[in-house]
């Protein structure tokens, strides 16, 4: 079983930047690729980011394309997600899924972490 934490969030103006960590433990965090979601109110959960579990490989959604970016350490079971030029639009809750590389339907998530882009 594996938990995952996130951290980072927060109140920034349009233009700032923030970064998210996301920390794993009970499980092996190398063998799980890693996705941030996020979750605007009235609106449904929806992908941002992923990673590879080797770390070489990502895909972005498109509207968070040259702003954010995703990285992963394997040393030290965290992830992170660097948000750069943050708009209102990126407000959010923003979650860390873990997936497995061996079964693709044992999924984690954690609780999530608030983004607030002020206008």
């Known amino acids: 079983q594996v938990q995952l934490v996130e951290s980072g969030g927060g109140l920034v103006q349009a233009g700032g930047s923030l970064r998210l960590s996301c920390v794993a433990s009970?499980?092996?965090?190398?063998?799980?690729?890693i996705g941030w979601y996020r979750q605007a109110p009235g609106k449904e959960r929806g992908f941002v980011a992923s990673i590879h579990w080797l770390g070489g490989i990502t895909t972005y959604a498109d509207s968070v394309k040259g702003r954010l970016s995703i990285s992963r350490d394997n040393a030290k079971n965290t992830a992170y997600l660097q948000m750069n030029s943050l708009k209102p639009e990126d407000t959010a809750i923003y979650y860390c899924?873990?997936?497995?590389?061996?079964?693709?339907?044992?999924?984690?998530w954690g609780r999530g972490t608030q983004v607030t882009v002020s206008s």
């Open positions: 009970g499980g092996t965090f190398s063998n799980y690729n």
């Open positions: 899924n873990a997936n497995s590389r061996y079964r693709s339907n044992e999924d984690y």
